[in-house]
């Protein structure tokens, strides 16, 4: 089992580096919210890779995977999702930096929110059950009990997305002076906010 998950690592870090609604959206809470913020996020989407390597080994991602009404249903939704989450941006800065609104429940909301659109964006992602469906069979060794391995194999993917988005993070974090001290933080959101957008309508228009 040890050398599965070793070899699944590459697969794992090819996943978490391939740009896409994840990276779009801790980008954009590090700007808004810093580490923090980035931190809630990356939480919320390892929350939902876990659970889709539940659904995999239940079987529930493959019923996602083969289903044309299945796959399209949750398609939708994370197309509308991430187009919802693209609009807020564009239109004004919704949770933004704490220290702005001067006040601790702010963070405290802010923090939520920003684990909820993790959680959610993650959930309504149809490709991470093709994904799961595709390739664990491949790396769960014969015999070995499915649960146990597709959980490993997410738990896998979760701490290289944390090593990743915390980076990524770290780096925004730095440069998120400048950009608010320079009026930058609105563009960086709205620029975010136009990839979101663009990510939803593209995965809605997406055929399996």
């Given at each position: 089992?040890?050398?599965?998950?070793?070899?699944?690592?590459?697969?794992?870090?090819?996943?978490?580096?391939?740009?896409?609604?994840?990276?779009?959206?801790v980008v954009r809470n590090a700007a808004r919210g810093g580490r923090r913020h980035a931190f809630f996020t990356t939480s919320g989407n390892s929350i939902g890779v876990l659970a889709w390597g539940c659904f995999a080994a239940l079987g529930i991602?493959?019923?996602?995977?083969?289903?044309?009404?299945?796959?399209?249903?949750?398609?939708?939704?994370g197309a509308a999702v991430?187009?919802?989450?693209?609009?807020?941006s564009l239109l004004g800065r919704h949770g933004a930096d704490p220290r702005l609104a001067g006040a601790s429940r702010a963070a405290t909301?802010?923090?939520?929110?920003?684990?909820?659109e993790g959680l959610i964006t993650s959930l309504a992602n149809p490709k991470l059950a093709v994904f799961f469906v595709a390739l664990f069979p491949q790396f769960?060794?014969?015999?070995?009990?499915?649960?146990?391995?597709?959980l490993a194999m997410a738990a896998v993917i979760v701490a290289v997305d944390l090593v990743w988005y915390s980076t990524l993070a770290l780096l925004?974090?730095?440069?998120r002076r400048a950009f608010v001290?320079?009026?930058w933080g609105g563009r960086?959101?709205?620029?975010?906010?136009?990839?979101?957008?663009?990510?939803?309508?593209?995965?809605?228009?997406?055929?399996?």
């Open positions: 089992m040890l050398h599965t998950l070793l070899t699944f690592v590459p697969v794992a870090a090819l996943l978490s580096i391939t740009p896409g609604a994840a990276t779009a959206l991602a493959t019923l996602v995977a083969t289903s044309a009404a299945v796959f399209d249903a949750v398609k939708l939704a991430l187009i919802v989450i693209g609009l807020r909301v802010s923090g939520r929110a920003a684990l909820r769960i060794p014969r015999g070995a009990p499915v649960l146990p391995c597709a925004i974090a730095r440069a001290d320079g009026g960086v959101e709205r620029l975010t906010g136009a990839v979101l957008i663009g990510l939803g309508v593209r995965l809605a228009l997406e055929r399996r």
